[in-house]
């Protein structure tokens, strides 16, 4: 039997990243752009995950924070209401 570790990573991103859509309230959770990289459910991603986060300074009232292995990507909003949305990056093609 072969394993493709690629694909249990990706796995392992897809479920986790379905568990924060379905359950947001749980996750998101930030005052600041500290406690979005102080966040520990990040550390539950699989290894060379990352994740940027802009907007969130003393004071702000939106932020977008993107995490992504590979080509999934969680995309994070968060302002009157909180919007997470998953989507795979399709290669471009070249003619």
């Given at each position: 039997m072969i394993?493709?570790?690629?694909?249990?990573q990706l796995k392992k991103?897809?479920?986790l990243a379905m568990k924060i859509m379905?359950?947001?309230e749980q996750y998101i959770q930030?005052?600041?752009v500290s406690?979005?990289?102080?966040a520990t459910w990040l550390s539950d991603f699989p290894q060379g995950t990352q994740w940027c986060c802009s907007g969130l300074?003393?004071?702000a009232e939106q932020f977008d924070a993107v995490i992504y292995y590979g080509s999934h990507y969680l995309n994070i909003h968060v302002s009157d209401?909180?919007?997470?949305h998953f989507h795979i990056k399709q290669p471009s093609s070249k003619a």
């Open positions: 394993i493709d570790f690629k694909q249990m991103f897809d479920d379905a359950m947001p930030f005052d600041s406690d979005f990289y102080k300074d003393d004071g209401d909180v919007t997470v």
